[in-house]
Nanobody
Framework: QVQLVESGGGWVQAGGSLRLSCAAS????????MGWYRQAPGKERELVAD???????NYADSVKGRFTISRDNAKNTVYLQMNNLKPEDTAVYYC??????????????WGQGTQVTVSA
């Protein structure tokens, strides 16, 4: 069974930085894309950024120039460096792994979420 374990969330003042990490564990042969989504209270979950195994990245317009996603394929780990944080970035951030190939199946996996709170 594949699990995603997130870390790095917390509280920060506006203008500050946080770095999120997400490590996938289990019998994994490969992972296609890994990414970060977020969900604020009363809002739908939205894509923040994702990255393919080849390093191609995609960002939400609201975070371009402030957030950087990176990935260590050997460790099945994805990172999200968040700079110049704004109160509107406050949300639960979820890690996602898509196209996770194991001996038994190919699937999509979600992490449990980590809270990011940015105060004005």
């Amino acid at each position: 069974q594949v699990q995603l374990v997130e870390s790095g969330g917390g509280w920060v003042q506006a203008g500050g930085s946080l770095r999120l990490s997400c490590a996938a564990s289990g019998r994994i042969f490969a992972i296609n894309a890994m990414g970060w989504y977020r969900q604020a209270p009363g809002k739908e979950r939205e894509l923040v950024a994702d990255i393919t195994s080849g390093g191609s990245t995609n960002y939400a317009d609201s975070v371009k120039g402030r957030f950087t996603i990176s990935r260590d394929n050997a460790k099945n780990t994805v990172y999200l460096q968040m700079n110049n944080l704004k109160p509107e970035d406050t949300a639960v951030y979820y890690c996602n792994a898509d196209g996770v190939r194991t001996p038994w199946r190919v699937g999509n996996v979600w992490g449990q979420g980590t809270q990011v709170t940015v105060s004005a």
